[in-house]
């Protein structure tokens, strides 16, 4: 799986929306792979952020 599969697979699983940290946390990627699947993520419509800086699956 790639980055952006990973990231969205650990948003999916979580019943609350999680900060980029968390996902770092829990997926042990590299931080800027994250915020770079979720910049990706986020344009293409599969996630959406319901407060700055958190981020759910839609």
Not at 7 to 23: A, G, R
Not at 26 to 36: A, I, M, Q, R, S
């Amino acid at each position: 799986m790639d980055t952006k599969e990973i990231v969205l697979q650990t948003l999916k699983s979580s019943d609350k929306p999680l900060k980029t940290q968390d996902i770092v946390e829990k997926t042990g990627l590299d931080k800027k792979e994250v915020e770079k699947a979720i910049k990706e993520l986020k344009n293409e419509g599969f996630i959406e952020s319901p407060k700055r800086c958190y981020y759910q699956a839609k």
